[in-house]
């Protein structure tokens, strides 16, 4: 039988395309100014400080975790144009008004950390792209698809770095027209360069995308957003009840997920300061090439998992990930009896820096370059003793390190595809822009609390508690797949209409 015409089946494939256009946006909006963020609060509001960085860094997610149930729900009854086109334009207009903080003459930092909020707010659209794509494709094309999805936003949070990089040529002074009062220098045009593409993104969205769903295998079907084409009538498979127990369970699995890979982004810098006396122009740079190889890593896993899982399924998949994650952060834990160096000079120079509670939303390794003492003329290097710590933890080998950085970027993206695909399988038929919308919220969630963690549990305990409880709350993880195994399978599957 003929599931669908060529000409739908082209249709429908672009406008995937589109969905991983705006996907590999949304990342590149987030990463392309994070390098650049606290000089350039620096330059338009000396009143900023470490702790105000915190939110800024925080608000983006905060922004996503609040809009991704909105734009999910707005899916699900009208056409998924309308909550794309928007998102975007917020995005474009949150990117528009980043380039013009400098302008006012007080508060300029509490107008950066609206553009950066609503900025996140526009990426509330991976909740609608994310259900499209699980509608618009089939039981066997959909784990490519997610694969895909990812992937395109993994390449996005890679490249933001180097967009910026790059834009770094022009200076931080530029040039300036006069006749709109836009500077144009390394703080600003990376934000504009953000905005013309979603300008483009939003062109592409009314030139090509086209509303299309699918059944399990392929079928046109019915939908509120469905648009002009004839579809059969195939609502009956939409009968039956989602698994709300399954859906629940990969909702926290997921969370576990992006926490951990949260507290490894964040923890990085700190830890190799720590441990091997880097300084911290040293950290940044290392760990910018450790991350950006992380980065290729997951991007070839990406493409990797899609083969692996016709042969193993996604569950054992996210079992295995899960299972190497473990594995990467237990090759953490301190061993041995060699400490770390520690930086004496503080207690010298009786100037210790302390972290207050307001500082808890901000990566540390920002507060730890940040909060150096100006009566310092060298750069104190090594274990600050203000971490009790370090005066009796064995410090964590370079080749632990390192292998650890291999192993989690390699069960990471697995997870990550899997969680997603599954949970997209779960929900069938139904319209899945809402429940999309809690997944991103919860992964949102997830990066808000890993720098929190980190600030609290790694400075005050250590590497061997931190990593411990990351260890713990993995195992709790695995457990709760064990039980739940059984019932993470596809909609279709459950309910007998397609053999698994």
């Given at each position: 039988?003929?599931?669908?015409?060529?000409?739908?089946?082209?249709?429908?494939?672009?406008?995937?395309?589109?969905?991983?256009?705006?996907?590999?946006?949304?990342?590149?909006?987030?990463s392309?100014?994070?390098?650049?963020?606290?000089?350039?609060?620096?330059?338009?509001?000396?009143?900023a400080?470490?702790?105000?960085?915190?939110?800024?860094?925080?608000?983006?997610?905060?922004?996503?975790?609040?809009?991704?149930?909105?734009?999910?729900?707005?899916?699900?009854?009208?056409?998924?144009?309308?909550?794309?086109?928007?998102?975007?334009?917020?995005?474009?207009?949150?990117?528009?008004?980043?380039?013009?903080?400098?302008?006012?003459?007080?508060?300029?930092?509490?107008?950066?950390?609206?553009?950066?909020?609503?900025?996140?707010?526009?990426?509330?659209?991976?909740?609608?792209?994310?259900?499209?794509?699980?509608?618009?494709?089939?039981?066997?094309?959909?784990t490519?698809?997610?694969?895909?999805?990812?992937?395109?936003?993994?390449?996005?949070?890679?490249?933001?770095?180097?967009?910026?990089?790059?834009?770094?040529?022009?200076?931080?002074?530029?040039?300036?027209?006069?006749?709109?009062?836009?500077?144009?220098?390394?703080y600003?045009?990376?934000?504009?360069?953000?905005?013309?593409l979603?300008?483009?993104?939003?062109?592409?969205?009314?030139?090509?995308?086209?509303?299309?769903?699918?059944?399990?295998?392929?079928?046109?079907?019915?939908?509120?957003?469905?648009?002009?084409?004839?579809?059969?009538?195939?609502?009956?498979?939409?009968?039956?009840?989602?698994?709300?127990?399954?859906?629940?369970?990969?909702?926290?699995?997921?969370?576990?997920?992006?926490?951990?890979?949260?507290?490894?982004?964040?923890?990085?810098?700190?830890?190799?300061?720590?441990?091997?006396?880097?300084?911290?122009?040293?950290?940044?740079?290392?760990?910018?090439?450790?991350?950006?190889?992380?980065?290729?890593?997951?991007?070839?896993?990406?493409?990797?998992?899609?083969?692996?899982?016709?042969?193993?399924?996604?569950?054992?998949?996210?079992?295995?990930?899960?299972?190497?994650?473990?594995?990467?952060?237990?090759?953490?834990?301190?061993?041995?009896?060699?400490?770390?160096?520690?930086?004496?000079?503080?207690?010298?120079?009786?100037?210790?820096?302390?972290?207050?509670?307001?500082?808890?939303?901000?990566?540390?390794?920002?507060l730890?370059?940040?909060?150096?003492?100006?009566?310092?003329?060298?750069?104190?290097?090594?274990?600050?003793?203000?971490?009790?710590?370090?005066?009796?933890?064995?410090?964590?080998?370079?080749?632990?390190?390192?292998?650890?950085?291999?192993?989690?970027?390699?069960?990471?993206?697995?997870?990550?595809?899997?969680?997603?695909?599954?949970?997209s399988k779960?929900?069938?038929?139904?319209?899945?822009?809402v429940?999309?919308?809690?997944?991103?919220?919860?992964?949102?969630?997830?990066?808000?609390?890993?720098?929190?963690?980190?600030?609290?549990?790694?400075?005050?305990?250590?590497?061997?508690?931190?990593?411990?409880?990351?260890?713990?709350?993995?195992?709790v993880?695995?457990?709760?797949?064990?039980?739940?195994?059984?019932?993470?399978?596809?909609?279709?599957?459950?309910?007998?209409?397609?053999?698994e």
């Amino acid at each position: 039988d003929v599931v669908e015409t060529q000409e739908h089946y082209k249709s429908r494939w672009r406008s995937i395309w589109i969905m991983y256009l705006t996907m590999f946006l949304s990342s590149v909006g987030f990463s392309i100014v994070i390098m650049s963020v606290w000089p350039y609060l620096q330059k338009i509001d000396p009143t900023a400080d470490a702790s105000f960085l915190g939110w800024i860094i925080a608000s983006y997610s905060i922004g996503q975790m609040i809009a991704s149930p909105l734009f999910g729900l707005w899916s699900n009854y009208r056409p998924r144009r309308e909550p794309l086109v928007v998102s975007t334009a917020i995005s474009v207009a949150a990117n528009c008004l980043y380039a013009y903080v400098h302008v006012p003459h007080s508060h300029n930092k509490y107008y950066m950390l609206t553009a950066r909020a609503l900025v996140g707010f526009g990426a509330g659209n991976v909740a609608v792209v994310r259900s499209y794509i699980a509608g618009a494709t089939s039981l066997t094309e959909r784990t490519s698809a997610m694969a895909n999805t990812s992937a395109c936003q993994a390449v996005g949070f890679i490249l933001g770095p180097v967009f910026q990089t790059c834009f770094t040529l022009i200076g931080e002074e530029g040039i300036t027209w006069k006749l709109i009062d836009l500077q144009l220098n390394m703080y600003t045009t990376p934000v504009l360069f953000g905005a013309l593409l979603g300008l483009i993104n939003i062109i592409l969205i009314f030139a090509i995308f086209r509303e299309h769903r699918v059944d399990d295998v392929g079928r046109q079907c019915k939908s509120i957003n469905f648009e002009g084409e004839e579809s059969s009538d195939l609502d009956q498979d939409i009968e039956g009840n989602i698994d709300h127990v399954a859906v629940v369970a990969i909702n926290f699995l997921f969370f576990v997920i992006l926490f951990v890979f949260a507290v490894f982004e964040t923890i990085a810098t700190p830890l190799t300061m720590d441990m091997y006396s880097w300084t911290r122009k040293e950290a940044v740079f290392y760990n910018g090439i450790i991350l950006s190889v992380v980065g290729i890593e997951s991007v070839i896993v990406f493409m990797v998992v899609k083969m692996l899982s016709k042969k193993t399924g996604e569950r054992a998949i996210l079992h295995g990930g899960l299972m190497i994650v473990l594995v990467g952060f237990f090759i953490l834990l301190p061993w041995g009896k060699k400490l770390p160096n520690i930086q004496w000079q503080e207690i010298k120079n009786n100037s210790i820096p302390r972290t207050t509670s307001t500082e808890m939303l901000m990566p540390f390794w920002s507060l730890q370059a940040m909060q150096l003492p100006s009566n310092h003329t060298v750069e104190p290097v090594g274990c600050p003793v203000t971490q009790s710590w370090c005066l009796n933890t064995p410090m964590i080998y370079l080749a632990q390190y390192i292998s650890s950085d291999i192993l989690i970027g390699l069960g990471y993206p697995v997870c990550n595809v899997m969680s997603y695909t599954l949970y997209s399988k779960i929900l069938g038929p139904k319209p899945q822009g809402v429940y999309m919308g809690w997944l991103t919220a919860s992964g949102s969630g997830a990066r808000i609390l890993g720098p929190v963690f980190v600030s609290q549990i790694y400075t005050h305990l250590g590497p061997r508690w931190a990593f411990s409880l990351i260890c713990g709350v993995v195992v709790v993880s695995l457990l709760l797949l064990e039980i739940v195994y059984k019932r993470l399978i596809a909609f279709s599957v459950r309910y007998g209409r397609i053999r698994e």
